[in-house]
């Protein structure tokens, strides 16, 4: 493993290591020395509840306990892993990573999202991957909306080596898509990236503007954009579930990324997604910096989760 | 899943009902809903857990008033303790009492919203306490994030701090300060860089600004959408930087931002704004009881109403009333209400303030009335002749069949279109009673199948 790897791999380990270090205090607090009675499977209810699980899906997973451990004398690590072990199950079935298919050149990847959420950054993260990857890489400034959208963007093209195509602020982000994927076609890119405004998925309007570009897109390639990423942020509560059913069901969002793992958020939001619409997760996001983007890993997401060491 | 918490309580309410009094079981029974029902708003659980009890110690034993139900009784129980807790009806006003230049400052977590609600407080303050406000921007972190405020500062006509590159956060805030007394500014607003709560060496960094500027006004800005991490973000801030008050962003979205009462409970300051759009003129004051409803499941009925009102052209509103007393509603004026309701947001947007909401939802469903259905209906009316708009009587079986080739659609749902439209035109007239006021309450129900709210057809 590379210095610079390793790096990143200890962020990452310390970021989701803070981020369940409640969840496992609670654990261990709660089994160090009972067993499982309906006590213990209430509060181990409610810290998958305070994981952001949603309550139907945290009895759910405490009822699988109670069938096949009530009342047995239980290690706090043994639940742990049993715990893990359940979401684990429903993860490894949108663990999927984004590949590049070198038949489809220029890959055309679209990244959507409420504001705020990260998706510009995971751009600017994705092409200095590509980059590093030796991949020539075009990002289209797809943000005409916010102030500085642009330059925030050229900045992360700079720090990766890709260029940039944008216009000004209020100009047709469909319009720029489809001259950006002609662009890249004309130079031969590997991938083509297209930045979005952040919009809430309530705002029909927007979410028509959104389809615009996908309407656009087609008319080059029927089968552009050949990836749609739902960046979604780790702190977001039950409202996810709102998010991706309709930018699934306006875009067909074909992934997700979520990002600020880093942070205390534990993302346990991701687990009944998976279970309830089975999108799948290509990234998470656990920092600011290029580097700061991994692929989603199921087993190690859920064993984090509960605070296990992988 | 997310059953909203009036049809839970419906259930447990019949129960009530039939027991007729607040007896500790019944209590219980409709706490347990209302536990779910706040944790599916992601209200954060400790919270949670201590408002349930609170409840509890004031519904028990409560006399039920003759005219309601006791499950009413309940639920009205909850939302003033829900309302109150927020923090009352009048929400707390900037706290700009000091010596000028009053310091105020923005924090919180990453992509939260602080630099757009920077230059929206910069705009309400010199709009409405016409102050000479100076913006500035501590953050050195994300690419392009002092020229974004520079250009919202432009759009709120406030003025911001010129940027000096590779400046330190705490030497800006000073340069600030030194700026807004040189040239006697009333209000300074810091925007800070996004930060976790748990990075050591950011929170450092923030509280060190915090010294230098001794802000009036420290606001911690969250976003409504946040989940049960709302308390450990709220928690830490409040501990760390000391906030004098919150500003909930985002409420424009469809959350049911439980989030709000999680920070205001742990950190006992005021949220004193809300954010309800991306441009500079979406902040208001907060609004308990708009949240409260919300947080229930119960509709933000007062946002509907004045969105629509808002929304619908005034002028055409009017037009339509003069129409109406002369009993002309023709299908250009379904037409036109169509086009409102689509400018509204759609049915999405309406549907997501509606109260009662899971119910009217299913019925919408069955009825298949949805933004594409109104689009096809736009798409009927646009295709007939004038004539045929303004006398549907024309419309005979050849001429239906001519529209539906050429809108795409199908005689059936012509049909639809025009039975629908009759109701209306009856409802209508019995509406002309109601005057112009009542017209735009009730034309967006009457647009519906069965009208006047009976979604049933
Ligand atoms: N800690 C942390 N911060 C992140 C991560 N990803 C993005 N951010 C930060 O979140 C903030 C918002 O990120 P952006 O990329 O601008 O978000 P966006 O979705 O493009 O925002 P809009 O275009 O305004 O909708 C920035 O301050 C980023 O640095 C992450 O994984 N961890
Ligand atoms: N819909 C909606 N969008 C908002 C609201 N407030 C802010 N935004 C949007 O949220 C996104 C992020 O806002 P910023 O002001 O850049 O957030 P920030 O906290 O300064 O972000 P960092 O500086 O990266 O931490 C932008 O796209 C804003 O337009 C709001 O009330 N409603
Ligand atoms: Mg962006
Ligand atoms: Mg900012």
Redesign the pocket.
Known sequence: MSEERRGWFQRLRAGLGRSSSRLTDGIAGIFAKRRLDEAALAELEELLIAADLGTELAEEVTGRLRRTRFNQEVAPEEIRAALAEEMAKSLALVERPLRLDPATRPLVVLVVG???SGKTTTIGKLAKQYRDDGKTVLIAAGDT??AAAVEQLRVWGERAGAAVVARETGADAAGLAFDAYERARREGADVLLIDT????HN?ADLMAELQKIVRVLKKVDPKAPHAVLLVLDATVGQNAHRQAEIFRDMVGVTGIVMTKLDGTARGGVLVSLAEKYGIPVHYIGVGESAEDLRPFEAEAFARSLVGLER | MFESLSNRLNDVFDRLRRHGALSEDDVNAALREIRVALLEADVALPVVKDFVNAVRETAVGQEVLRSVTPGQMVVKIVHDHLVETLGGVAAQPLNLNAVPPVVVM?V???????????A?LGRIVRLRERKKVLLASL?V??PA?QE?LAVLARQAEVTSLPIVAGERPVAIARRALDMGRREAYDVVIL?T???LHIDEPLMQEVAAVRDAAQPTETLL?ADAMTGQDAVNVAKAFAERVGITGIVL?????DARGGAALSMRQITGRPIKF?????KLD??EPFHAERVAGRILGMGDVVGLVEKAAETVDQEEAEKLARKLQKGGFDLDDLAQQLKQLRKMGGMGGVMGMLPGINKVKKQLEEAKIDDGMIKRQEAIISSMTKSERRNPKLLNASRRLRIAAGSGTSVPEINRLLKQYQDMAGMMKKMNKLGKKGLMRHGLSAILPGGGGGFGR
């Open positions: 409420v504001n705020g909306f916010r405004a952040g919009r809430l705002r | 923005m919180g977590l990453q992509g939260s919203g602080k630099t757009t609600t920077a929206k953050d972190q994300r994030a974004q925007d860089a996004g930060r800005v962003t985002r409420v424009d979205g809300m954010g309800t759009g991306e979406a902040l």
